[in-house]
Nanobody
Framework: QLQLVESGGGLVQPGGSLRLSCAASGFTSIYYTIGWFRQAPGKEREGVSCISMRDGSTNYADAVKGRCTISRDNAKNSVYLQRNSLHPEDTAIYYC????????????????WGPGTQVTVSS
C-alpha cells in the first residue's frame, strides 16, 4: 500500500529557512519520481520541484530557483526540500506526490499524494 507523509512545516519568519521531508513507503522499485507542490490560499496547486529516486535528476520551478534544494535518501525512502530566503508569498500547504515521469512538476502527471504540511511565513 503506497503511502506518502510530509513533515517539517511550521511558522517561519521572512528570510528564514526550513526543511520539509516526504517519507515514502510501499514502493517496490526506485523507478519513480517524487515531486513537491504547494497550494496557497485561494490559488491553484503548483509544482515546486521534483527528484528522480533512480538517478537523482532534479527540476525546479522558476519561482523557487536559487531558494530551494531538493535531495533524496534512498535508504530511508525519503525526499527533502530545503527552502531558504522564505517570503510571505511562500505561505502554502506543501504536498509531495509521485509520478513515473522522470523530471515532471506538472500536476496532472502525479497519481498519488500525501496529505500535506502547512508552511506559514510571517513575522
Amino acid at each position: 500500500q503506497l503511502q506518502l507523509v510530509e513533515s517539517g512545516g511550521g511558522l517561519v519568519q521572512p528570510g528564514g529557512s526550513l526543511r520539509l521531508s516526504c517519507a515514502a513507503s510501499g514502493f517496490t522499485s526506485i523507478y519513480y519520481t517524487i515531486g513537491w507542490f504547494r497550494q496557497a490560499p485561494g490559488k491553484e496547486r503548483e509544482g515546486v520541484s521534483c527528484i528522480s529516486m533512480r538517478d537523482g535528476s532534479t527540476n525546479y520551478a522558476d519561482a523557487v530557483k536559487g531558494r530551494c534544494t531538493i535531495s533524496r535518501d534512498n535508504a530511508k525512502n525519503s525526499v527533502y526540500l530545503q527552502r531558504n530566503s522564505l517570503h510571505p508569498e511562500d505561505t502554502a500547504i506543501y504536498y509531495c506526490a509521485v509520478t513515473t515521469w522522470k523530471t515532471s512538476i506538472i500536476l496532472a502527471d502525479f497519481y498519488f499524494w500525501g496529505p500535506g504540511t502547512q508552511v506559514t511565513v510571517s513575522s
